[in-house]
């Protein structure tokens, strides 16, 4: 049985990691690491485990719970991963990591966005950027696997097929995206709470959000040149959920729907999370929240001759707690769908 430790647990992300593997017989939690709750059972942080997941939660301490398990998890902010890492790699441990911190092959780009000093820069090179849809291959033997942002995974997977077939232009890439209010994290920010956000839509990070270098890495990697993109995230008043819209420029005039819809069915062949919608459907988060999915739907605007791609996930599932669990079960050599195959929570 592989053995488990979850840093950050009592995050949103972490809680969402819990829950989706505390009943499982091939993996046993074998430590759940939170200082701020340190001593408390888990189930009292959140209740709804209670009789599931009653573990005690212990304090950071390497020594201590590297002894406990083979695989760590980590969901800790920028900037702390940087420092936790490599002290669990120095010990011989697998580490998937959920923060920005090895996410960037140009330690530069992410210290400009970012605007701390990297921890760790030497680690960056060797890092696998944990999509398993674009690095299924390299993520099966990685010691580093750095989960990609919500934001980035709902808007790589809507666009790389396109590049990818050269069937759209890199240059002129807009994505207008939005998220659930958990994507935040679990914070008690005013700009987060509950009459800042009920009934109310609103743009943030404009221009300058960081995991727009993100999305332009990954797909210059596939473009196989330089990918600018016009980048804007708006927050919904909804828990959990993502969509993003972009708008790519076809490089040929005669393309059709269906013609695309043949391309992204090809290029997501075997990958069992992306599911390509039929023509005229559109995605919506209702029907990807509490799961591991990503839905995706194309359109061609004939009149300006515009690629439009629809994708949603949830930020909590394939955005982050999901897609961790997803490369674990890639990491440690089980079917890549283990315990993830739930469907959404539609009500």
């Known amino acids: ?71 760590f998890i980590t969901a800790l902010p920028h900037g702390v991963s940087g420092e936790v890492v490599p002290k669990l790699l120095s010990k011989g441990k697998r580490v998937i990591d959920n923060s920005g911190d ?51 995974t709902c808007s790589i997977l809507a666009i790389a097929p396109a590049l990818a077939n050269k069937i759209a232009s890199p240059k002129g890439i807009i994505i207008d995206a939005v998220s659930g209010v958990s994507g935040a994290g679990r914070k008690s920010d005013l700009y987060y709470s509950y009459c800042e956000t009920e009934g109310n839509y609103k743009v943030y990070g404009l221009a300058n959000h960081r995991h727009t270098p993100e999305i332009e890495q990954e797909l210059s990697l596939l473009a196989g040149q330089e990918v600018l993109v016009s980048f804007t995230p708006h927050l919904a008043p909804m828990k959990r959920g993502m969509m993003a819209t972009c708008y790519l420029d076809l490089i040929e005039d005669d393309l059709k729907t269906c013609d695309i819809l043949e391309i992204y069915n090809d290029y997501y062949k075997n990958d069992p999370f992306v599911r390509i919608l039929p023509e005229g459907i559109q995605p919506e988060t209702r029907n990807v929240v509490g799961s591991n999915f990503v839905d995706i739907g194309v359109t061609v605007d004939h009149r300006l001759n515009k690629l439009i791609i629809v994708s949603a996930l949830d930020n909590l599932g394939k955005g982050a707690a999901g897609q961790a669990v997803q490369v674990l079960n890639i990491m440690a050599g089980f079917d890549e769908t283990e315990g993830l195959l739930n469907p959404s929570m539609y009500i």
Not at 23 to 33: S, Y
Not at 43 to 58: A, H, M, N, P, W
Not at 112 to 124: E, I, M, R, T
Request: with cysteine; proline share 5%.
């Open 1 to 71: 049985m592989l053995k488990l430790g979850i840093i950050g647990a009592t995050g949103y992300v972490g809680a969402e990691i819990v829950r989706l593997i505390a009943l499982r017989k091939d993996i046993e939690i074998a430590t759940v690491v939170s200082n701020t709750f340190a001593g408390r059972p888990y189930s009292s942080v959140y209740q709804s485990l209670r009789g599931i997941f009653d573990k005690t939660c212990e304090p950071l301490d390497i020594d201590e719970i590297s002894d406990k398990a083979d695989f």
């Open 102 to 152: 090895f996410r960037f092959r140009d330690i530069k780009v992410y210290e400009q966005w970012y605007k701390v000093q990297h921890k760790s820069p030497y680690l960056a090179e060797n890092a696998v950027y944990g999509l398993p849809e674009i690095n299924r291959e390299k993520i099966k033997t990685a010691s580093l696997t750095a989960v990609p942002g919500c934001y980035p």
